[in-house]
């Protein structure tokens, strides 16, 4: 189900920004090659509606992809690229898709208003939570633990232990929420949503309100990541923002470092997500103008536009070992590629 498929050229006003190599022969490429990917490029199919999310299992030997189709797709990574496992059970889109940290779990939320736990071996179900009464957007699973989080259009983000049946905290945030990540420690909650603003909730006191607003973006914000050393968080907004915001305890007031450009969302409206790179040197964010934008996290500078995709590009995430990364896209394929720098 896999399908190799070569560097397409970079447009022209594009050259500086593309990391497509200048053409070799094919035992100096082989040579240069930076991972086990059987191609630099390859294009997996198999998904019968649009993309919508993918991760990386933690030790990096697999793929998970998730969409419209209401399915969740498992790949092996390197040589074959073989799809070994479809898992079924959603009666609706999924929206986001994760692994728990021992890698043996998968994590789900999906248009059907529920929030879904699977063997990541078998795809048996092992958890199903439907407390929401609205669309869940997103969900996060703790990055060491057996917590997880989601947030939906019914206004609410609950938290949930995957050894107890009701969910343990239920934060009322009052509008749409779009997306939610988890702090390493278990403490904080942040979400986004279609009030612009990316709240941070502290689960140890009063959570009937957020305990830090963070003001900045001007539309909806569709994706959130912890930074890998938990200090900061990524958010990617529809005003065509990427922004970077310190979350640390004694941090100034202005808690936003960084902004991002160069990337596009539509009228279509999709939640697109953004991920860091495993040493949190770089950065990427979905994009609808259907390329690959990956910035340098310290200078901003966007390094790599890639072409290849024919719809929004959902989602990009970072392989957590080897400069590969995954791209989910509207066109119903996803791409694994290799960074060349």
């Known amino acids: 189900m896999a399908e190799k498929r070569a560097h397409p050229a970079p ?29 630099p490029n390859v294009q997996l199919c198999g998904h019968e509606g649009e993309v919508s999310s993918l991760r990386f299992s933690p030790d990096g030997q697999c793929l998970a992809t998730a969409g419209s189709d209401k399915a969740i797709f498992c790949w092996r ?16 889109a999924v929206l986001e898709v994760h692994w728990f940290s021992d890698g043996s779990t998968l994590l789900s939320s999906s ?26 957007n ?9 917590l ?17 049946k009701r969910s343990v905290h239920t934060l009322r945030c009052g509008f749409p929420v779009c997306a939610v990540a988890f ?12 009030d612009n603003a990316v709240k941070v909730w502290d689960l140890r006191g009063d959570s009937s309100s957020p305990c830090l607003l963070l003001k900045g973006h001007s539309d909806t914000v569709t994706g959130l990541r912890l930074s890998p050393d938990g200090s900061h968080v990524l958010s990617n907004a529809m005003d065509n923002t990427l922004r970077e915001w310190d979350i640390r305890p004694y941090a100034p007031p202005n808690r936003c470092t960084k902004v991002f450009t160069g990337h596009l969302h539509s009228f279509e409206k999709n939640l697109l997500r953004c991920d860091y790179s495993a040493d949190g040197g770089k950065v990427t964010c979905g994009s609808a103008d259907r390329m690959v934008n990956i910035w340098d996290s310290s200078s901003r500078k966007l390094i790599y536009k890639l072409p290849g995709h024919s719809g929004s590009v959902n989602e990009v995430v970072f392989h957590p070992k080897d400069p590969v990364i995954a791209s989910a896209s509207s066109d119903k394929t996803v791409f694994l590629g290799e960074l060349t720098q």
């Open 183 to 194: 702090a390493d420690a278990a403490d904080q909650v942040f979400s986004g949503g279609v």
């Open 77 to 92: 990574v390197f040589h074959d690229n073989e799809n070994t496992l479809v898992i079924q059970g959603h009666t609706n």
């Open 138 to 146: 997103s969900c996060c699973p703790q990055r060491r633990g057996g």
């Open 11 to 39: 447009a022209e006003d594009e050259e500086s920004l593309s990391i497509v190599p200048s053409k070799k022969a094919k035992h100096d490429e082989d040579a240069a090659r930076a991972s086990a990917l059987p191609a």
């Open 148 to 164: 997880f989080v989601s947030g939906a259009d019914d206004g609410t983000i609950k938290v949930w232990d995957t050894r107890v």
């Open 111 to 136: 248009a059907d208003k529920t929030v879904r736990c699977w063997d990541a071996e078998s795809g048996t179900q092992v958890k199903k939570v439907n407390e929401h009464t609205g669309i869940v």
